[in-house]
């Protein structure tokens, strides 16, 4: 049975893409823990994030490092966090978090409520950055 993240990535579920390659995808967090929490995930489904190969892993990270740079470059932040979890959802993904203080990466906080329109967007210029 495929994970969600890979239904999202065949289109059976609705996303707020931030950018795609052959290899990746990144997409807004709808429960996100601050305004541009985005999500990068491989498109193999592979559960732990350190069993993607070594050419694999360097290449989801320099991707996420891009993605990181328009969110940086659209939302105010002091830095963009990094967070691998992978107890969630069983396909390896990073966690892109707007961070002013430490406080934003805490995945306890309450999520932060955005409309559909809101969402869009706030995808949209993220993915329209330069």
Known sequence: MATIFSRIIAGEIPS?????????????????????????????????????????????????????????RTVPCLRVGVAIVGLEVPHAHIHLIPLNKIQDINFSNPRVKMSHEEFEGLAEAIRNVR
């Not at 559960?47 to 328009?70: H, P, Q, S, T």
């Open 16 to 72: 707020y893409k931030i950018a795609e390659d052959d290899k990746f995808y990144a997409f807004l967090d709808v429960q996100p823990v601050v305004r541009g929490h985005t999500l990068v995930i491989p498109k193999k489904e592979v559960d732990y994030f350190f069993d993607l190969d070594k050419d694999y892993l360097a290449e989801i990270n320099l991707f996420a490092r891009d993605v990181a740079g328009k969110i940086q």
